[in-house]
């Protein structure tokens, strides 16, 4: 099922651009709901699951509405491509920041999906062999163990 409106012709385009920039808040809301194909479309290149893909649709979102109001036929670009590269900067920014929040990580954390549509873990990345990535880690808590007893 297709949940998304389709994308304004070249000339609807213009003239919906065109109310944007005198006020039209219904010509706006018209851009942004006929584009959040192209915000999904950006977000899913950095989800690694569907919680987190809504999250970054809700946050490309915000760089599609900055985009229209920051664009200008200055930029010497169509206005979706310039949106593209506001969705991506936002999206960009908003996953540097829960990054830098982010104190510890699960090495059974997905990183991502292979072709197969497999999650690539990050354990699977860390370690050539299958139980090298967890060894040191065993030996650790075995050696707090045995100073404990």
């Not at 059974?108 to 699977?124: K, Q, V």
């Amino acid at each position: 099922m297709n949940t998304f409106l389709p994308p304004l012709t070249q000339a609807q385009e213009t003239l919906c651009l065109e109310k944007c920039k005198n006020g039209d808040a219904a010509a706006k809301d018209e851009f942004i709901l006929r584009n959040m194909r192209l915000v999904a479309h950006v977000a899913k290149k950095y989800a690694t699951n569907e919680d987190e893909a809504q999250e970054l649709i809700s946050v490309g979102t915000i760089g599609l509405i900055k985009g229209i109001d920051s664009f200008s036929k200055k930029h010497g670009t169509k206005i979706t491509t310039y949106c593209a590269r506001c969705i991506e900067n936002e999206i960009l920014m908003h996953l540097r920041k829960i990054a830098s929040q982010k104190i510890e990580v699960s090495l059974d954390e997905p990183l991502n999906t292979d072709w197969d549509g497999n999650e690539l873990l990050l354990s699977d990345v860390l370690g050539t062999e299958e139980n090298e990535v967890y060894k040191g880690m065993e030996e650790e808590a075995d050696r707090n163990s045995l100073f404990r007893a």
